[in-house]
T-cell receptor
Framework: KQEVTQIPAALSVPEGENLVLNCSFT??????LQWFRQDPGKGLTSLLL?????REQTSGRLNASLDKSSGRSTLYIAASQPGDSATYLC?????????????FGKGTHLIIQP | GAGVSQSPSNKVTEKGKDVELRCDPI?????LYWYRQSLGQGLEFLIY????????KSGLPSDRFSAERTGGSVSTLTIQRTQQEDSAVYLC??????????FGQGTRLTVV
């Protein structure tokens, strides 16, 4: 069974810093990996999707990388802003079949201090 | 539709009652997922529908939970004889094949 781990569980940094969130998964036979953001009391907002054949995706100040062989992905946030404060979730779609759906990590709770 | 729609957004029910939660996926999306998120916790996978294939129900927490997807579109998650531990936010997501998944805003269920 695919397991997804996110480190750190929580992070608090001053505004303006660049930061990296980490995600690791146990089985490299993935179809894709997706990063989400969740604000308190809200649903999940998709940030970036990386297909298994890709190594990175960029959207604005966000850059996500994927290394299938090592079972790792990182989400890089440049020039952080208070509005970036949220919980960031990593999810893996296992290519072996959809029975487990998207497997999520427990998230990184990010606070950007003004 | 413009996005995944879930209804109701909030539901308060008495212990022992049955509830039905509804998910309208994005039009044309073949895959539909249900998750549960308890307060301060991560996402717990419940069930996944892909096209017309029979779903794997092994993620459902008990036999009080059931889900169906009619006509490959709308899905309902039914919880029978609700218990207080069923209180959570129930989230639905859809995607086309194995592409990007989009979530609804969830249904907050409170069992009193």
């Amino acid at each position: 069974k695919q397991e997804v781990t996110q480190i750190p569980a929580a992070l608090s940094v001053p505004e303006g810093e660049n930061l990296v969130l980490n995600c690791s998964f146990t089985d490299s036979a993935i179809y894709n990996l997706q990063w989400f953001r969740q604000d308190p009391g809200k649903g999940l907002t998709s940030l970036l999707l990386i297909q298994s054949s890709q190594r990175e995706q960029t959207s604005g100040r966000l850059n996500a990388s994927l290394d299938k062989s090592s079972g790792r992905s990182t989400l890089y946030i440049a020039a952080s802003q208070p509005g970036d404060s949220a919980t960031y979730l990593c999810a893996v779609l296992y290519s072996g079949g959809g029975a487990d759906g998207l497997t999520f990590g427990k998230g990184t709770h990010l606070i950007i201090q003004p | 539709g413009a996005g995944v729609s879930q209804s109701p957004s909030n539901k308060v029910t008495e212990k022992g009652k049955d509830v039905e939660l509804r998910c309208d996926p994005i039009s044309g999306h073949t895959a539909l997922y249900w998750y549960r998120q308890s307060l301060g916790q991560g996402l717990e996978f419940l069930i996944y529908f892909q096209g017309n294939s029979a779903p794997d129900k092994s993620g459902l927490p008990s036999d009080r939970f059931s889900a169906e997807r009619t006509g490959g579109s709308v899905s309902t998650l039914t919880i029978q004889r609700t218990q207080q531990e069923d209180s959570a936010v129930y989230l639905c997501a859809s995607s086309y094949q194995g592409a990007e998944a989009f979530f609804g805003q969830g249904t907050r269920l409170t069992v009193v």
